[in-house]
T-cell receptor
Framework: GAVVSQHPSWVICKSGTSVKIECRSL??????MFWYRQFPKQSLMLMAT?????????EQGVEKDKFLINHASLTLSTLTVTSAHPEDSSFYIC???????????FGDGTRLSIL | AQKVTQAQTEISVVEKEDVTLDCVYE???????LFWYKQPPSGELVFLIR??????QNEISGRYSWNFQKSTSSFNFTITASQVVDSAVYFC?????????????FGAGTILRVKS
């Protein structure tokens, strides 16, 4: 069964809407969660790393005020795309990791379409 | 900087053919991880293998095999007797050994099409 649950799997909304994506670690406590973005027919790009109870670390070029990440518990991290615009349309995937250097487990991804 | 190159954008084979997907990486780290993931059309990432940079032994798992050559910074993936269900995008990734988790850098991916 799924080790990481990502919800919703598919979102369509109007420009200007804020969208929240949840990533839940089901079978273990996730010390670290990662958020990736994948544009159509492209590779996955790391957006940010979040550690439980601390501020997320964003990769260069990723707007932290645009992509709000909250990792309030060891089993839940959320990514909020604020005031989404069509260029934010993408496939967003989270992954969670328990102990460092153990394999990451990926969610099934969220397809976000902004009209 | 870390970088993963998958030079093959797309490969088409006929069922039962063997196919090798190439992966070349760059890193200044002496210790790192290498991964292969499969992404079917549905989008989820399917973990295939993780290899520690210390372990250069080749690995075989059913129809899948991996060849890790540290001297050439390559981690190639071979599918023997390919099947239509193998059609997907395959990503090679490089991971660091971070204290709080392993950041992954992905290659551009190789689209594999297996025709019946």
């Amino acid at each position: 069964g799924a080790v990481v649950s990502q919800h919703p799997s598919w979102v369509i909304c109007k420009s200007g809407t804020s969208v929240k994506i949840e990533c839940r670690s089901l079978d273990f406590q996730a010390t670290t969660m990662f958020w990736y973005r994948q544009f159509p027919k492209q590779s996955l790009m790391l957006m940010a790393t979040s550690n439980e109870g601390s501020k997320a670390t964003y990769e260069q070029g990723v707007e932290k005020d645009k992509f709000l990440i909250n990792h309030a518990s060891l089993t839940l991290s959320t990514l909020t795309v604020t005031s989404a615009h069509p260029e934010d349309s993408s496939f967003y995937i989270c992954s969670s990791q328990g102990v460092a250097n153990q394999p990451q487990h990926f969610g099934d991804g969220t397809r976000l379409s902004i009209l | 900087a870390q970088k993963v190159t998958q030079a093959q954008t797309e490969i088409s084979v006929v069922e039962k053919e063997d196919v090798t997907l190439d992966c070349v990486y760059e890193t200044r780290d002496t210790t790192y991880y290498l991964f292969w993931y499969k992404q079917p059309p549905s989008g989820e990432l399917v973990f295939l293998i993780r290899r520690n940079s210390f372990d250069e032994q080749n690995e075989i798992s059913g129809r899948y095999s991996w060849n890790f050559q540290k001297s050439t910074s390559s981690f190639n993936f071979t599918i023997t007797a390919s099947q239509v269900v193998d059609s997907a995008v395959y990503f090679c990734a490089l991971g660091d050994l971070g204290e709080y988790g392993n950041k992954l850098v992905f290659g551009a991916g190789t689209i594999l099409r297996v025709k019946s």
